[in-house]
T-cell receptor, first 115, second 112 residues
Framework: NAGVMQNPRHLVRRRGQEARLRCSPVKGHSHVYWYRQLPEEGLKFMVYLQKENIIDESGMPKERFSAEFPKEGPSILRIQQVVRGDSAAYFC?????????????FGSGTQLSVL | SQQGEEDPQALSIQEGENATMNCSYKTSINNLQWYRQNSGRGLVHLILIRSNEREKHSGRLRVTLDTSKKSSSLLITASRAADTASYFCATVPNTGFQKLVFGTGTRLLVSP
């Protein structure tokens, strides 16, 4: 059974470029969450998606950031015109039903470095 | 910020000793979860305790929850070198869906 798969593992971008981070949830999970982690800090919630719908994007910056989880294919976190402050580890997690008493399954993350 | 605080920030012990980590949070919760993160990797779920529970065990792990003090503790007994990792508590608020609010983490180092 494959867990949550994220790619790429490492992504280097220059300022002003676009970054696309992909996440394939655990097979059968229809709820996906994106978190961002800065060095020496805990994870901070960005966005919660259910197939084709954004449920909560309260943690995601209004500009330059977008997320989708299409009917087919992985969830994508897209950052346009990246800046140095976007450098962080981005983690995706999934759960089967989104119930509050479920544990989340996390991917290994994408380390984004902006030069 | 709703983010919780964990104490201590770092803990260094010898194999066989017990490790205790504490977590405080700010809002009312549905449940509290503990996760482990090995360096540069994703998080692994350890244990979940509901707001109406006071204590829970899983193998060498013991978690307590005091909702009146808005605090929780994680005890790892008979620690092993493989327990070396960062440990995070995460709360799920009463919002009706899964939205974890993570603490700042405790870095645990277990020396052989």
């Amino acid at each position: 059974n494959a867990g949550v798969m994220q790619n790429p593992r490492h992504l280097v971008r220059r300022r002003g470029q676009e970054a696309r981070l992909r996440c394939s949830p655990v097979k059968g999970h229809s709820h996906v969450y994106w978190y961002r982690q800065l060095p020496e800090e805990g994870l901070k919630f960005m966005v919660y998606l259910q197939k084709e719908n954004i449920i909560d994007e309260s943690g995601m910056p209004k500009e330059r950031f977008s997320a989708e989880f299409p009917k087919e294919g992985p969830s994508i976190l897209r950052i346009q015109q990246v800046v140095r402050g976007d450098s962080a580890a981005y983690f995706c997690a999934s759960s089967p039903t989104g119930a509050t008493n479920e544990k989340l399954f996390f991917g290994s993350g994408t380390q984004l470095s902006v030069l | 910020s709703q983010q919780g605080e964990e104490d201590p920030q770092a803990l260094s012990i010898q194999e066989g000793e017990n490790a205790t980590m504490n977590c405080s949070y700010k809002t009312s919760i549905n449940n509290l979860q503990w996760y482990r993160q090995n360096s540069g990797r994703g998080l692994v779920h350890l244990i979940l305790i509901r707001s109406n529970e006071r204590e829970k065990h899983s193998g060498r792990l013991r978690v307590t929850l005091d909702t009146s003090k808005k605090s929780s503790s994680l005890l790892i007994t008979a620690s092993r070198a493989a327990d070396t990792a960062s440990y995070f508590c995460a709360t799920v608020p009463n919002t009706g869906f899964q939205k974890l609010v993570f603490g700042t983490g405790t870095r645990l180092l277990v020396s052989p």
